[in-house]
């Protein structure tokens, strides 16, 4: 596997023939999620690609007859629960998740838990293209995301998802590599939402629901604000810290870890950026971060270095 700014690649034939079942079962739990990789023949010819766009990234896989199965033990040991939005490209796909099985012909759109288990392949030549979005990112509790993802095609918004995420496959390579890249990655968390939530309730959002939508709004409109606290969000949506605590409790996230870490993804993407030539000093501040060498801290302990060598990784 070799590695480019913000992009992962694997291609199977820079690989010897008795290397690559290995190769490919590595490179699909480092890019999607541990499972077995049963191959159709021997004949193995796999093309793996990654590209990040802040939490969020797009995942491409072009194979020969490939199946991936995950059991409920390998599900068992993500930490972060991921579901993927994928527009089959090339074959029929078949996919099963708790207990609903369907044909996913070229074009069409699934969603799959990562974190659940599921299985999914097709046979001769065959790719697709999706985006992974962490689903402590949606503000969606976890029975909301699984009940919906069987009937996608019930959401009004099913057919601009499934544009949106075609095109960001077919120009992920360009998107990556643009400055206003990391500006998708709330685009497509708002996309996944809403979809997600249109297909589990079309016509009834629930009210704790659509606040929550606008609180996460809020944040993100907000984020280099140093003075964003629950008070203030609060008022700016006319109810009590209690109940937006309440909220947040619900939804099964922690307000103040989840504002800290959309500070540090917009960071990140700020010290990746050759456009961008703030001191890491400016850019904690930037981001709302009063104390530098709070920010350093959080940031290691996110991402395993600390700024100045992300930074340098990256130029």
Not at 290 to 310: I, K, N, Q, S, V
Request: aromatic share 6%; charged share 20%.
């Amino acid at each position: 596997m070799r590695r480019r700014v913000m992009a992962y690649f694997l291609d199977t034939t820079d690989l010897p023939a008795g290397g690559r079942v290995d190769a490919v079962h590595a490179a699909m739990a480092h890019a999607s999620a541990p499972c077995h990789v049963i191959h159709e023949t021997g004949d193995v010819h796999v093309r793996l690609g990654v590209w990040d766009l802040g939490s969020t990234n797009v995942f491409t896989t072009h194979a020969t007859g490939i199946r991936l199965l995950r059991t409920g033990k390998q599900a068992k040991q993500d930490a972060r629960p991921v579901v993927a939005l994928s527009v089959q490209q090339r074959a029929d796909g078949r996919h099963e998740q708790f207990g609903r099985q369907r044909v996913v012909a070229p074009g069409d759109l699934m969603a799959v838990d990562l974190s659940a288990p599921y299985d999914f392949g097709w046979s001769g030549r065959g790719g697709a293209g999706c985006v992974h979005v962490p689903v402590d990112q949606l503000g969606l509790p976890v029975d909301v995301v699984r009940r919906a993802i069987p009937d996608l095609h019930r959401s009004p918004l099913y057919r601009l998802v499934t544009d949106h995420v075609t095109n960001l496959v077919a120009t992920a390579d360009r998107l990556a590599a643009d400055p206003g890249a990391s500006a998708l990655d709330a685009v497509n968390i708002e996309l996944a939402r809403a979809l997600l939530l249109s297909a589990d309730r079309p016509d009834h959002p629930a009210p704790t629901d659509t606040v929550l939508t606008h609180v996460r709004t809020y944040v993100r409109r907000h984020l280099t604000d140093p003075d964003l606290t629950p008070a203030k969000i609060a008022a700016a949506h006319h109810i009590s810290v209690r109940r937006l605590y309440a909220l947040c409790a619900e939804a099964g996230f922690s307000l103040e870890q989840w504002i800290i870490e959309q500070r540090l993804t917009a960071a990140h993407a700020d010290l990746a950026n050759p456009a961008v030539s703030h001191t890491i000093a400016t850019t904690a501040r930037r981001w709302g971060f009063r104390d530098t060498t709070h920010f350093a801290r959080r940031f290691r302990a996110r991402y395993g270095l600390t700024p100045t060598e992300w930074r340098q990784s990256t130029r």
